[in-house]
């Protein structure tokens, strides 16, 4: 596989200049000082998010090579490189990483008040740990990115949560490290085969069914507890609940989207014998999330757990886009990741925004909101129904296409995996209907106020892009399209 090489080390940049950033924060911040240390962090963010821009503008969307390329030895004894490069798939996971991080610095500017150096450097050093995570091109490196984004989401739910914030990072830790282990082990089998950690070698070596089969095992106990898939989804709704709202943004915009790259940067190409094996199964869970999971949405009181649980069906769309083989389904799969993230994203924040005024997540406790905030409203509608999926949002895009992918694969599951639609206008309405118009019932609704200046900016740059997407997802397909193709390529012709 060609590598295309960069004088100037833009993926490094984005690593560190968000740790960078962070550990400033830490050191100059204080509680005295916190508008001083809110406006370090924005900046922190900003130049983040700037230095993962020539990473786009530069990009060659006609090759699947990797670009960008940095590679320097770092454990020599173990053949392990510090390795770096992005291709279609990973560039888009950059960017989003970098923007959601400056959306959660701003969410949280007036709502966190105590320990404010701590909240905004934990998101920073979080996000440079997680731009690793996408751009390693060395397994070991890639391993330690990837457990290493734990430590700053364990701090952040477990310090700036809800009152069950201790049990719900518990529970999102063991999950996530307990399926990890099982990784570390695949990727020490794969070095003791290869003798090396670099990925590209991996995924060019010939394994065996069975190796193939226990290696596509071990890592998916790491990957589908991160997507969630059902049934390993249940620390999720906990983690979210319980989250601060920039928690809960960065926990849905990016890390569920961990696990869901992980399948298409080492599952599919590695194991590409027992992916396809196995594809039945992995398309039961799937389908499994999407329905069962959307129903379980309608049901619920608490508006975080509503959409902490369409998410789950949301990576369900994800995960079945994978193992359908076919171009369409996968980049729909990758489509619905990078509008995942801005959806899921703004809904959070709207749920944040509407508990800051009231405290309360509960459906029951609101009602009439458009009387006293109609711009809030707005955003909200739009974010409900890009949740739900209607044309001209981004929600839409990746939906569709793996119902295309789904019906070519077979027509049957096809249209299992268009009633999801149903359910997804179900909750989504349906919670709407409930928040946001009738008669106001409650004083405390009657006393809200819409939104300021810096909450409108926030809301509406996600709705430019949630909207941009819809309308014109050209960019977005044309950049990821060779890539894909390569892979699924790369998957076809081990089966000859």
Same mark, same amino acid.
């Given at each position: 596989?060609?590598?295309?090489?960069?004088?100037?080390?833009?993926?490094?940049?984005?690593?560190?200049?968000?740790?960078?950033?962070?550990?400033?924060?830490?050191?100059?911040?204080?509680?005295?000082?916190?508008?001083?240390?809110?406006?370090?962090?924005?900046?922190?963010?900003?130049?983040?998010?700037?230095?993962?821009?020539?990473?786009?503008?530069?990009?060659?969307?006609?090759?699947?090579?990797?670009?960008?390329?940095?590679?320097?030895?770092?454990?020599?004894?173990?053949?392990?490189?510090?390795?770096?490069?992005?291709?279609?798939?990973?560039?888009?996971?950059?960017?989003?990483?970098?923007?959601?991080?400056?959306?959660?610095?701003?969410?949280?500017?007036?709502? #966190?008040?105590?320990?404010?150096?701590?909240?905004?450097?934990? @998101?920073? #050093?979080?996000?440079?740990?997680?731009?690793?995570?996408?751009? $390693?091109?060395?397994?070991?490196? @890639?391993?330690?990115?990837?457990?290493?984004?734990?430590?700053?989401?364990? #701090?952040?739910?477990?310090?700036?949560?809800?009152?069950?914030?201790?049990?719900?990072?518990?529970?999102?830790?063991?999950?996530?490290?307990?399926?990890?282990?099982?990784?570390?082990?695949?990727?020490?089998?794969?070095?003791?085969?290869?003798?090396?950690?670099?990925?590209?070698?991996?995924?060019?070596?010939?394994?065996?069914?069975?190796?193939?089969?226990?290696?596509?095992?071990?890592?998916?106990?790491?990957? +589908?507890? /991160?997507?969630?898939?059902?049934?390993?989804?249940?620390?999720?709704?906990?983690?979210?609940?319980?989250?601060?709202?920039?928690?809960?943004?960065?926990?849905?915009?990016?890390?569920?989207?961990?696990?869901?790259?992980?399948?298409?940067?080492?599952?599919?190409?590695?194991?590409?014998?027992?992916?396809?094996?196995?594809?039945?199964?992995?398309?039961?869970?799937?389908?499994? +999330?999407?329905? &069962?999971?959307?129903?379980?949405?309608?049901?619920?009181?608490?508006? /975080?757990?509503?959409?902490?649980?369409?998410?789950?069906?949301?990576?369900?769309?994800?995960?079945?886009?994978?193992?359908?083989?076919?171009?369409?389904?996968?980049?729909?799969?990758?489509?619905?990741?990078?509008?995942?993230?801005?959806?899921?994203?703004?809904?959070?924040?709207?749920?944040?925004?509407? &508990?800051?005024?009231?405290?309360?997540?509960? #459906?029951?406790?609101?009602?009439?909101?458009?009387?006293?905030?109609? /711009?809030?409203?707005?955003?909200?509608?739009?974010?409900?129904?890009?949740?739900?999926?209607?044309?001209?949002?981004?929600?839409?895009?990746?939906?569709?296409?793996?119902?295309?992918?789904?019906?070519?694969?077979?027509?049957?599951?096809?249209?299992?995996?268009?009633?999801?639609?149903?359910?997804? $206008?179900?909750?989504?309405?349906?919670?709407?209907?409930?928040?946001?118009?009738?008669?106001?019932?409650?004083?405390?609704?009657?006393?809200?106020?819409?939104?300021?200046?810096?909450?409108?900016?926030?809301?509406?740059?996600?709705?430019? @892009?949630?909207?941009?997407?819809?309308?014109?997802?050209?960019?977005?397909?044309?950049?990821?399209?060779?890539?894909?193709?390569?892979?699924?390529?790369?998957?076809?012709?081990?089966?000859?």
């Amino acid at each position: 596989m060609g590598e295309m090489t960069t004088t100037i080390p833009w993926l490094s940049l984005s690593i560190f200049v968000p740790i960078v950033a962070g550990i400033l924060v830490l050191i100059f911040g204080r509680d005295d000082r916190a508008d001083y240390t809110r406006k370090m962090a924005l900046v922190g963010a900003i130049v983040s998010f700037l230095v993962t821009l020539p990473i786009y503008f530069g990009f060659d969307s006609s090759t699947a090579n990797m670009q960008f390329v940095e590679n320097v030895s770092w454990i020599a004894a173990f053949n392990s490189a510090y390795h770096l490069g992005v291709d279609g798939i990973s560039i888009w996971f950059v960017l989003l990483t970098a923007f959601i991080t400056i959306i959660v610095v701003l969410a949280g500017w007036e709502v #966190i008040t105590t320990r404010v150096a701590q909240y905004m450097a934990a @998101f920073l #050093i979080l996000s440079g740990l997680m731009v690793g995570v996408f751009v $390693a091109l060395d397994g070991l490196l @890639f391993y330690v990115f990837f457990e290493a984004t734990l430590i700053p989401m364990y #701090i952040i739910i477990g310090v700036w949560g809800g009152p069950n914030r201790v049990y719900a990072a518990f529970k999102f830790f063991l999950y996530t490290l307990l399926g990890s282990l099982l990784t570390l082990i695949a990727f020490i089998y794969l070095y003791t085969v290869t003798g090396t950690f670099d990925i590209a070698t991996w995924q060019a070596t010939q394994l065996g069914y069975t190796p193939q089969l226990l290696i596509f095992i071990a890592l998916f106990a790491a990957f +589908a507890v /991160k997507v969630p898939m059902w049934p390993v989804h249940t620390w999720l709704p906990d983690a979210h609940v319980e989250a601060p709202t920039g928690g809960s943004i960065v926990l849905a915009a990016i890390m569920l989207k961990l696990g869901a790259y992980g399948f298409l940067r080492f599952s599919l190409p590695i194991a590409p014998d027992a992916s396809q094996s196995l594809s039945g199964i992995m398309i039961a869970l799937s389908l499994i +999330a999407v329905i &069962y999971i959307g129903l379980v949405a309608i049901v619920q009181d608490d508006m /975080k757990k509503l959409v902490a649980y369409s998410s789950v069906a949301h990576m369900g769309f994800v995960t079945l886009g994978f193992f359908m083989f076919n171009i369409t389904g996968l980049e729909g799969a990758v489509m619905q990741m990078i509008s995942h993230g801005f959806v899921s994203g703004a809904m959070f924040l709207c749920i944040g925004l509407l &508990y800051d005024r009231v405290h309360s997540r509960q #459906i029951s406790d609101y009602g009439g909101v458009v009387n006293v905030m109609p /711009k809030f409203v707005t955003f909200f509608v739009l974010f409900s129904m890009a949740n739900a999926g209607l044309p001209a949002t981004s929600g839409f895009i990746g939906e569709f296409l793996v119902i295309l992918g789904a019906v070519e694969y077979n027509f049957w599951i096809g249209l299992l995996t268009a009633t999801a639609l149903l359910w997804g $206008a179900s909750y989504s309405l349906w919670m709407v209907k409930r928040v946001a118009y009738g008669e106001i019932k409650h004083d405390h609704v009657r006393e809200m106020k819409d939104i300021n200046c810096r909450e409108f900016l926030i809301l509406g740059l996600l709705a430019i @892009f949630v909207l941009y997407m819809g309308i014109h997802p050209k960019p977005f397909t044309d950049v990821m399209h060779v890539s894909l193709q390569q892979l699924l390529e790369h998957v076809a012709i081990s089966k000859l």
